[in-house]
């Protein structure tokens, strides 16, 4: 399986993630995090919410988001907000 072949079983496991990443980051913060793709790779979400423009968005993005991504994806080289 390529790089650009992702298991189908896998995006629907890193899109249930990021949707319960994102229903935390709302409740307590204001802010969201929405799927957007996912290579194999490199996870791609969109900020929204209160994280647009809050400068503590790289930490959001960084520490929770791929923070938590790592534990259940180890194999994952980077989270990118898009």
């Excluded at 919410?49 to 930490?59: D, E, K, Q, R, V």
Aim: charge should be negative.
């Amino acid at each position: 399986m390529t790089e650009s072949q992702v298991d189908p079983k896998t995006e629907i496991q890193m899109k249930a993630l990021v949707e319960q990443l994102s229903a935390y980051i709302e409740t307590f913060h204001g802010g969201s995090a929405e799927f957007v793709s996912y290579n194999g790779k490199v996870l791609k979400v969109h900020l929204g919410g209160s994280c647009l423009g809050c400068p503590l968005s790289p930490a959001t993005l960084h520490g929770w988001v791929e923070g938590t991504v790592r534990q259940f994806f180890p194999d994952i080289k980077s989270v990118e907000s898009v």
